[in-house]
């Protein structure tokens, strides 16, 4: 995962400003963060569907539950506005909303303003670029969006930022209450079950350990040193992977399991080779060197990702990663 942080709303104010659009309020706007995108959940039957740009004549566009993005990642405020009624708003203040206005940067948020100095809810509606990571001072947030966590706004406000869909980022700002940033998630859960009812988030990535742990129970000591020609030891946890060697460190056999998109064959190596037929759930699969002696048998397996064995062995070690890819992939689908 990357390591991104909040930007300032004055970058996105002059961001949005240039692509030619006023920004009522603009000084107001929350702080959301460029770069990065998450895996995406799913919408169950009968949910307001998600329309992709193409259907809107849009480049940029997006369209969940009604609430549009334009071109340029504007004009959600009207409809923004309209998800919710004064009442609503102000019971999860805890004030009486006096007034409701579009605001934002190309007219892309709701700002409902209680009669107290600064006691307000904005909503803010962008593109997904701008959202990225929480920052040390941000909690991450589960269960409500493919991404999302809270943390402090610019001008002493509280915000909750979510990513729905890899559509939308969505921004809730509340300022001038006691527990603002409690009460900025509320809202942010309502609007995700608002516009897309029955949304089911993707599922949170596993912890890089918990994946190894599991990647070590896919072969027995004894399968490994078949693979290896000799004996080795208990398989030791490296990260997202899991690794056996030899007492000399002569032999040494690894396996891991990366994204399906991380499936790359190095074409232009030399000695790299398909595999034609490297054995049931393989999608397709190849060898080749990989340094420091170690040879790499992988596979794009579907449903599981890319899987990959490298293997350091005094004699084939090419033959030994590719026995040990075909034995393991058909195990690899109970890692979890």
């Known amino acids: 995962m990357r390591s991104r942080y909040w930007i300032s709303a004055a970058a996105l104010v002059l961001t949005l400003q240039a692509c030619g659009a006023s920004s009522p309020g603009a000084s107001d706007a929350p702080r959301v963060a460029g770069g990065g995108a998450a895996s995406a959940g799913t919408m169950p039957a009968g949910a307001p569907a998600v329309i992709d740009s193409a259907a809107t004549g849009s480049v940029a566009g997006s369209v969940v539950g009604g609430v549009v993005l334009d071109d340029e990642g504007g004009?959600?405020?009207?409809?923004?506005?309209?998800?919710?009624?004064?009442?609503?708003?102000?019971?999860?203040?805890?004030?009486?909303?006096?007034?409701?206005?579009?605001?934002?940067?190309?007219?892309?948020?709701?700002?409902?303003?209680a009669a107290g100095d600064g006691q307000a809810v904005m909503i803010t509606a962008a593109l997904p670029q701008f959202y990225a990571e929480p920052g040390d001072d941000s909690t991450v947030l589960t269960g409500i969006a493919d991404a999302a966590y809270s943390g402090p706004g610019m001008l002493g406000d509280k915000q909750a930022a979510a990513l729905l869909l890899d559509r939308f980022t969505i921004v809730v700002s509340v300022g001038g209450v006691k527990d603002a940033e409690p009460r900025a998630v509320t809202v942010l859960r309502a609007i995700v079950q608002r516009i897309a009812p029955g949304y089911e988030p993707a599922p949170a990535p596993a912890d890089p350990a918990e994946i190894g742990a599991r990647l070590c129970a896919v072969a027995t000591v004894s399968e490994v040193a078949g693979y290896l020609g000799g004996p080795v030891g208990a398989g030791q946890v490296d990260g997202a992977s899991c690794r056996w060697q030899s007492a000399d460190g002569a032999a040494a056999l690894q396996v891991s399991v990366g994204p399906e998109g991380s499936y790359q064959p190095p074409?232009?190596?030399?000695?790299?080779?398909?595999?034609?037929?490297?054995?049931?759930?393989?999608?397709?699969?190849?060898?080749?060197?990989?340094?420091?002696?170690?040879?790499?048998?992988?596979?794009?397996?579907?449903?599981?990702?890319?899987?990959?064995?490298?293997?350091?062995?005094?004699?084939?070690?090419?033959?030994?990663?590719?026995?040990?890819?075909?034995?393991?992939?058909?195990?690899?689908?109970?890692?979890?």
């Open 75 to 113: 004009s959600a405020g009207p409809q923004l506005c309209a998800l919710f009624t004064a009442a609503e708003v102000g019971g999860w203040l805890g004030e009486s909303i006096v007034r409701t206005e579009v605001a934002g940067p190309l007219n892309s948020a709701c700002y409902w303003h």
């Open 267 to 336: 074409e232009g190596l030399t000695d790299y080779r398909v595999l034609g037929d490297a054995g049931p759930g393989i999608e397709r699969a190849y060898t080749a060197p990989s340094g420091l002696g170690y040879w790499d048998a992988v596979a794009l397996v579907p449903g599981v990702g890319v899987a990959t064995v490298s293997v350091r062995a005094p004699a084939d070690a090419v033959g030994a990663a590719t026995r040990a890819l075909r034995k393991l992939v058909p195990k690899l689908s109970t890692t979890g």
